[in-house]
């Protein structure tokens, strides 16, 4: 399942929300799962990562435009699962985001996002944060359905798409100069 969510986002929050990410540090590229940037004869570069934001702990009053977006994910999922009782207790186990910078020939090699619970769902959420983005550019998330692909999504500036359960990847970015930016959220709930 997935789905695409465009102008997620009033633009004045929007904009608070690049302003956010434009001020944030990438310190590095963390230790990925290797079967997402390296397979048989095939290497790409990997993103560089900020920090995480969990949604559960404290926060930074610097991250207050962060918290809110979390919140309105939050509260859309909840919405869609049905989940609108506000006196029932919704079971997360993980709900973070982590600002991801693709550079030049970087991307993510195809995969699937999965808890390690047998009883919970995992939601992979990308965020586009670029003012523009041309196709030939690449850095598209290219989503899959029994190994085909299903769909391709261009990181349109104030997209958000959530992706459940598909196979999906992100081609390389091929453009030298402008990084493509993304803040990645990932959500594990437990299951009803």
Known sequence: MYEIIDNFLPESE??????????????????????????????????????????????????????????????????????????????????????????????????????????????GIPFYLNDEWNANWGGELIVYESNEPKDIIMPKRNRLAIVNGNYHKVSPNLNQVIDRLTLQTFIVKKDK
């Open 14 to 123: 929007f904009k608070e929300m690049k302003e956010w990410a434009s001020a944030q540090s990438y310190p590095s590229q963390q230790d990925w799962y290797p079967y997402l940037t390296n397979d048989e004869n095939i290497s790409i570069k990997k993103p560089s990562v900020g920090r995480d934001i969990h949604f559960f702990k404290e926060n930074k009053m610097v991250d207050k435009s962060i918290v809110h977006f979390q919140k309105k994910i939050f509260d859309m999922l909840n919405k869609k699962d049905g989940d609108t009782d506000p006196n029932k207790k919704v079971h997360y186990t993980e709900f973070k985001s982590h600002l991801y910078k693709y550079g030049y020939g970087s991307g993510i090699l195809m995969h699937k996002d999965h808890s390690t619970k047998s009883d919970a769902t995992r939601y």
